[in-house]
C-alpha cells in the first residue's frame, strides 16, 4: 500500500477514497483497462508533467516520485500535506 487519497475537493462529482498500491508490471506485459478505466499507458516517470490525468491522479504520481527520491536520501515518509500539492493524502512509509 502506497497511500490512502481520500481529499472531499478530489472529484467534484462525489467524495471517493482510492487506496493506491506500487506494483511491478514486467516490461512486456501490457495491461488492460477495467470498468473504471477507458486506457492504460506506459511512460516514464520523468514524463508525468507532460501528461493530464483525471481528478488527483497527478498528485498520486508525483507523490511517489517525492517519495521514492526521499527513501533513497533516508528522508523519511512524504506529509500529509503543506508541499504545494492541491489535495490531502495518508502516504504510507515506503519500505
Known sequence: LFGLYNDPMRDTRRHSASAVYVVGVPEGLQPTAGDDATRVVRFPLSDVEKHEFFVDHKTVLRDYIKARRRAS?????????????????SVCPMV
Open 73 to 89: 536520501t533516508g528522508q523519511g515518509p512524504l506529509p500529509a500535506d503543506g508541499d504545494g500539492e492541491p489535495f490531502r493524502r
